[in-house]
Every structure is written in C-alpha cells, then in structure tokens.
C-alpha cells in the first residue's frame, strides 16, 4: 500500500509485483491518512510506474471513467462492496461500469 510516488519507488525497489496507491477519493476508511492523493498524483503514478497501480480510497462505479482517464486499468474497494445492503449488486455495478 502506497501513499506516495516514492513509496511506489521503494515498493518496486523492493521486488513489489503492484501496488495501491491512495486513496485517491475522500473515505472513511483512510481518513486518518489525510487529504486524499487525487487523480492527478494518480496518473503520475501510473505515467511513471513500472508495475500495476490499483487505485484504493473512495472507489465506487461512477469513479471508473475517472480512474480510466488517469491510465489506471485496476482498482481495489473496501466500502463500496463491504458498507451496502447488497454486496452482489454493488460488485455487478462495477462490472457493469
């Protein structure tokens, strides 16, 4: 799990095979790391990163295009599957986005 363009430096310094990097978006769940890094720091991370990036922080279907244009082809989510009264629903919304 990454926060930073350095921390993804080290990570794949350190052998990673991917990384998270975020939250990208305001959530609950990473509140106590801060302001969210944002789609700009988020496309600089996929720009200059040699492994995946997986978005993480505030994911939800509507955030996809978002990420799309930022060249993040992968995201995780916590909230948005694990905080709904229909987790299936809520995972078919992705894949339907």
């Given amino acids: ?3 930073s363009l350095a ?4 990570a794949t310094k350190a052998g990673a095979d991917f990384v998270t990097f975020g939250p990208v978006f305001p959530t609950r769940s990473k509140a106590e790391l801060g ?3 944002g789609t700009d720091k ?3 991370a996929c720009d200059t990163a040699f492994i995946p990036v997986f978005a993480l922080g505030g994911i939800h279907p509507d955030k996809l295009p978002e990420l799309k244009n930022c060249g993040c082809e992968h995201f995780a989510c916590i909230g948005a599957l694990l905080n709904c009264a229909n987790p299936e629903a809520a995972a078919q919304s992705f894949l339907s986005a």
């Fill in 1 to 3: 799990s990454t926060h």
């Fill in 42 to 44: 988020l496309h600089e």
């Fill in 7 to 10: 921390e993804i430096t080290s």
């Fill in 35 to 37: 302001e969210p890094v």
